[in-house]
């Protein structure tokens, strides 16, 4: 199973850097990784269940049944991977 992985940060530029900082805080608070477990996503934290996708529970992402790629190899591949989607599904 691949995982992809959701990158979370504040701007430099932020207007109203105090909301930033709290989106932040609940994204990474058991609370906020509960929901994102619910709609599917890993969660980042050892303290929240993995997710249960169609009526099945997956792995935890320590198992080594789930791999995540590093971005750089990502990055590098982006090209090609978005040639193959587009051709997949008619688009080229």
């Known amino acids: 199973m691949a995982a992809y992985d959701y990158y979370l940060g504040k701007a430099t530029s932020a ?7 709290l989106f932040l805080d609940w ?14 996503e890993f969660p980042a934290r ?11 529970d997956l792995p ?3 198992s080594g049944q ?3 790629f590093e971005p750089k190899a ?3 591949a982006a090209d090609a991977d978005q040639r193959r989607w587009l051709s997949l599904f008619g688009y080229l």
Not at 15 to 21: F, L, R, S
Not at 31 to 39: A, H, K, S
Not at 46 to 56: E, F, N, Q
């Open 66 to 68: 789930v791999v995540r």
């Open 74 to 76: 990502l990055l590098g």
């Open 15 to 21: 207007k109203h850097e105090a909301a930033a900082e």
């Open 46 to 56: 050892s303290d929240v269940t993995p997710p249960k996708v169609m009526g099945h």
């Open 27 to 40: 994204n990474m608070s058991q609370r906020g990784q509960d929901v994102f477990r619910q709609i599917g």
């Open 60 to 62: 935890t992402v320590n």
